[in-house]
């Protein structure tokens, strides 16, 4: 993502169009799930946020596409520029209204994040999205658009790696056996690993241990917070909400889960997993303050549902590919994310 102060500042900037945007109702029916991917696919390259203005680094992003066997289609506006945006909102939204209309084209991959994807949501054809379920790929601001469809499309979404994302062995076996396999997995921090960046981020902390079952939603938390009271959220009861974020301050976070707690959200869950946050410190000496791990043990141990701290998601190098919207287990106490279901066909 962007700068966080930049990206507080532009979320805060579309409010009033959020708001006042007329959004589709929110689907309430079975979870349908879109087909899986498959060797020779071709698969959708798109910029729903920001812009790569590297055509070297899509070179790359090409041939990581290639790499899993897939074919990439570029969106016809890839590679645009619009002041920080990867082209103009109608032309971004376009990209993704046309891919989703070609049945030519399997599932879609966002190349980055950044901030823009909340713009589009007003100019997104969910009649036409509905109607072709496929895999969304991406994580940091491609949340907007993950918990849009959860609440306006009906179908799994993947929050994973975008497409310029380093694509580890973690990163891709997690992704594999979800897109490809159409597996259950259950994630676990490889401790233990001789990859000490991995093994660095890979602990866990229990604030409430214990089984929780119930819907998987979340993303970034930014994100998630910036479109409270918009309308294109989905419903949170009795969710495994699993959050992530880079770059704020804990007090930030604190701002943020208080924000959640207000709107009713917290107060629905069934179990809550808070994944990685690269730079979440406070700025110089501290003494006093808050650390990231005693704000979230304020906000969720009260809660009284299972509840954990450092799953591998978010920005970070390997991450988990968690499919949005299916059924899942967490073990607070492990630190594990179990799916419950395929979240493909």
Known sequence: MTMALDRRALMGGMGALLVAA??????????????????????????????????????????????????????????????????KDMDRAADINAMYADPSVKALFAVRGGWGCARLLPYLDFATIRAHPKLLVGFSDITALHLAFAAKAGFTTIHGPNAASSWGKLSWDSFRAVAFDGGTPTFANPLGTEDRLVQRSGRIRTFRSGFARGRLLGGNLTVLAALMGTGWLPDFTGAILFIEDIDEAPYRIDRMLTQLALGGVLGKLAGVVFGQCNGCTAAGPSYGGFTLSEVLQQHLEPL??????????????????????????????????????????
């Open 22 to 87: 007329k959004s589709p109702p929110v689907v309430r029916q079975a979870l349908i799930k879109p087909p899986r991917l498959r060797p020779g696919d071709t698969v959708g390259l798109i910029e729903p946020a920001g812009f790569t203005d590297d055509a070297f680094d899509l070179d790359l992003v090409r041939e990581a596409i290639l790499a899993m066997g897939l074919k990439p289609r570029d969106a016809p506006h890839l590679a645009q520029r619009h002041g920080y945006l990867a082209g």
């Open 304 to 345: 009284g549902v299972p509840a954990f701290q450092g799953a591998l998601f978010g920005h970070v190098a390997n991450q988990f590919s968690l499919p949005v919207g299916v059924q899942a287990e967490i073990d607070a106490g492990a630190g594990t994310i179990k799916l419950l279901e395929a979240g493909v066909a």
